[in-house]
């Protein structure tokens, strides 16, 4: 395996881990409505995991995928359009995912309208990360 491929394959890892904790996410929030008092107070440790998890897998896409944009195809310079609208996407998913540590942490202190904007945070996020792979998609097709 050379450093290109390994490089992917890391990048893919953390494709993986960020699309996950924002599925989880979403289900989670759904577990949560419906859940009795004792049952949310174990699926709400649930979350910082994950976000912790993709915010792990967001850092590894960053890395990897600015490492591949030059020993891969040279700079910036080199991609197409579609490349600069993956990248507008990748960092409004960053954006989003900051946000959400933001107000989870203010959720946490009892901030009722923070909690409340999570779920629009949590499908902002969904979006951007189907929107990355798209543009992926037609980029290095």
Not at 47 to 71: C, D, H, K, R
Not at 78 to 89: C, D, E, R
Not at 103 to 129: E, N, T
Request: aromatic share 8%; glycine share 14%; net charge positive.
């Amino acid at each position: 395996m050379n450093l290109n491929q390994l490089l992917l394959v890391l990048h893919f890892l953390g494709l993986g881990m960020g699309l996950a904790a924002s599925v989880v996410g979403l289900v989670l929030r759904g577990l949560l409505a419906g859940a009795d008092p004792a049952e949310a107070r174990g699926l709400v440790r649930i979350g910082p995991v994950m976000a912790q998890v993709g915010g792990s897998g967001l850092l590894l896409l960053w890395a990897t995928g600015f490492m591949l944009t030059f020993t891969k195809w040279g700079g910036f310079g080199a991609l197409p359009w579609q490349f600069h609208a993956k990248l507008g996407f990748v960092v409004l998913l960053t954006l989003a995912v900051g946000a959400s540590h933001a107000f989870q942490a203010k959720a946490r202190r009892g901030d009722a309208a923070a909690a409340a904007m999570l779920p629009r945070i949590g499908l902002v996020s969904l979006v951007s990360s189907i929107l990355v792979v798209v543009f992926a998609v037609l980029t290095f097709d």
